[in-house]
Structure formats: structure tokens, C-alpha cells
């Protein structure tokens, strides 16, 4: 059974940084794909960033690009989604979300986090 553990997450000042992780168990090798995703009430959930563990490819939301890190260590099954530089318009629910053989576009993978959430605040 594959479990997603969540961590990080709260709430920051605009411009500030916050930091999730996101532990991954269950998979059998390191074929699969992981990533982060986000939902506020009444939206669709959107895809921020994921990873392809097997071959390291990462895919960010033009939203995010160039102020979020996604950061893997497939030793720990591990990926950590460094937050910088945060807006009002981030604040939401964000899960992890993780698929065997998957690819790194952020698309509805199988397995999904509890959610952890995020308030940036003016």
C-alpha cells in the first residue's frame, strides 16, 4: 500500500518562505512520480510541482516557476517543495500526490496526502 506523509506548511507573511516534505512508502523501486499540487475552495485542484524520481525530470506551474524548489532525495523517498517568496494568491490546501511509473506533468496521479495547508497573509 503506498502512504504519502505530509509535513510543513502554516502561515507567513507575504514574501516570506515556507518549506513542506512530502515521504513516500509502498512503491517498490524508484519508478514513479511524486509531486504537490493545491486546492482553494470552489477551484480545481492544480498541479504547483512534481518529479519523475526515475529520471529526476520536474515540471513547475508557470505560476511557481522561479520562486519554488521541488527538491528530491530518493535515498529517503523523500521530496521537499522549498517555498519562496510567497503571495496572497499561494495561500491554499496543498497535497502530495504520487503515481508508480508515472510521469513529471502534474497530471491526477493514484495515491494523494491528507493535505497540509498554507496561508500567505498581507
Known amino acids: 500500500e503506498v502512504r504519502l506523509v505530509e509535513s510543513g506548511g502554516g502561515s507567513v507573511q507575504v514574501g516570506g518562505s515556507l518549506q513542506l516534505s512530502c515521504t513516500a512508502s509502498g512503491f517498490t523501486d524508484d519508478d514513479y512520480a511524486i509531486g504537490w499540487f493545491r486546492q482553494v475552495p470552489g477551484k480545481e485542484r492544480e498541479g504547483v510541482a512534481c518529479t519523475d524520481m526515475s529520471d529526476k525530470s520536474t515540471y513547475y506551474d508557470d505560476s511557481v516557476k522561479g520562486r519554488f524548489v521541488l527538491v528530491s532525495d530518493i535515498a529517503k523517498n523523500t521530496i521537499y517543495l522549498q517555498m519562496n517568496s510567497l503571495k496572497p494568491e499561494d495561500t491554499a490546501v496543498y497535497y502530495c500526490?504520487?503515481?508508480?511509473?508515472?510521469?513529471?506533468?502534474?497530471?491526477?496521479?493514484?495515491?494523494w496526502g491528507q493535505g497540509t495547508q498554507v496561508t500567505v497573509s498581507s
Open positions: 500526490a504520487a503515481e508508480a511509473q508515472g510521469r513529471s506533468w502534474c497530471y491526477e496521479y493514484d495515491h
